[in-house]
């Protein structure tokens, strides 16, 4: 039974940082691409990040240059750095395990449950 669980998320000042991560069990963790998703309030789930089992990402543009995503495949840890934070970041934020199409993109297939990030004063 593949299970992901976050943990991380918090209250944070506007230009703060956190750092979420993510344990993935019950599965080979190394050859899975993984990414992390966020949803606001009324708001579409967002793809933030994502991560290729060779360890290239892509973000979002909305968090490029602030949020690194990384992998460690010994750890079985998805760990995302959030930098310069802003109210707009706001949203809980999920781990996946999925796969990438020949177009590039990337699908999930499993998630996590969750984990709230407010950025406020």
């Known amino acids: 039974q593949v299970q992901l669980v976050e943990s991380g998320g918090g209250l944070v000042q506007p230009g703060g940082s956190l750092r979420l991560s993510c344990v993935v069990s019950g599965t080979r963790f190394s050859i899975w691409p993984m990414a992390w998703y966020r949803q606001a309030p009324g708001k579409q789930r967002e793809l933030v990040a994502f991560?290729?089992?060779?360890?290239?990402?892509n973000y979002a543009d909305s968090v490029n240059g602030r949020f690194t995503i990384s992998r460690d495949n010994a750890k079985n840890t998805v760990p995302l750095q959030m930098n310069s934070l802003k109210s707009e970041d706001t949203a809980v934020y999920y781990c996946?395990?999925?796969?990438?199409?020949?177009?590039?993109?990337?699908?999930?297939?499993?998630w996590g449950q969750g984990t709230q990030v407010t950025v406020s004063s």
């Open positions: 991560i290729r089992v060779g360890g290239s990402t």
């Open positions: 996946t395990a999925g796969g990438i199409s020949n177009s590039g993109s990337y699908s999930p297939a499993y």
